[in-house]
């Protein structure tokens, strides 16, 4: 079993619509959570960045973290051609291990 | 967050040689490290870089194969060696500024086309 789960997709959806982005993980000591976007040709950037459950919004992204089921989402609102991308989920122990684990990454395209 | 320049961009080799890519950081970090990405493939990490000591390898990866320095808190190179096609692949140079709970930032990546 992977350690981090994650759809591939592709996933296409029309402009404006709510994108939900999922992940799945293993091992429950990760304590940090993180979603990279990385667009063709480029190197992948840091779009949002959780410690333990919750929720966190940063304008039309929320990343939400459930530990109870292992399980990571990354919602973005009122979405926008220029969000076509891969969507990288990442996690890591914290403290001495630092090794990033991450998902395969999820392709999503926005129609216009 | 660091800016991150890596060189070069892409290139393609042939069998047998080997590549050096250099990855600088306008702000001294950390930590550095070195990522493979592989096309359908989680990215993977190859080593840890060691400012003045030699770098730590993940499992399957050794130092034979792909040396890395580091000579400084802003600089280090990956050197792919004997390459063959299998090695052709996204190499990504990323670094953590801050404290160990810190997330990462990656540069741009290297191409590189193995013929």
């Known amino acids: 079993q992977k350690e981090v789960e994650q759809d591939p997709g592709p996933l296409s959806v029309p402009e404006g619509a709510i994108v939900s982005l999922n992940c799945t993980y293993s091992n429950s000591a990760f304590q940090y959570f993180m979603w990279y976007r990385q667009y063709s040709r480029k190197g992948p950037e840091l779009l949002m960045y959780?410690?333990?459950?919750g929720n966190k919004e940063d304008g039309r992204f929320t990343a939400q973290v459930d530990k109870s089921s292992k399980y990571i989402s990354l919602f973005i609102r009122d979405s926008q051609p220029s969000d076509s991308a891969t969507y990288l989920c990442?996690?890591?122990?914290?403290?001495?291990?630092?090794?990033?684990?991450f998902g395969t990454g999820t392709l999503l395209a926005v129609q216009p | 967050s660091a800016v991150i320049s890596q060189k070069p961009s892409r290139d393609i080799c042939q069998r047998g040689t080997s590549l050096t890519i250099q990855c600088q950081v306008d702000?001294?970090?950390?930590?550095m490290f070195w990522y493979r990405q592989q096309p359908g493939q989680s990215l993977t990490l190859i080593a840890t870089?060691?400012?003045?000591?030699?770098?730590?390898?993940e499992s399957g990866f050794v130092i034979d194969k792909f040396p890395i320095s580091r000579p400084n808190l802003t600089f280090s190179t990956l050197t792919v060696s004997n390459m063959s096609p299998e090695d052709s692949s996204i190499y990504l140079c990323?670094?953590?500024?801050?404290?160990?709970?810190?997330?990462?930032?990656f540069g741009n990546g290297t191409r590189l086309t193995v013929t």
């Open positions: 990323s670094v953590r500024a801050g404290s160990s709970g810190s997330p990462l930032h």
């Open positions: 870089a060691n400012q003045g000591s030699e770098a730590t390898y």
């Open positions: 959780t410690y333990s459950s």
């Open positions: 702000s001294q970090v950390t930590m």
């Open positions: 990442a996690t890591f122990y914290g403290g001495a291990t630092n090794k990033l684990i």
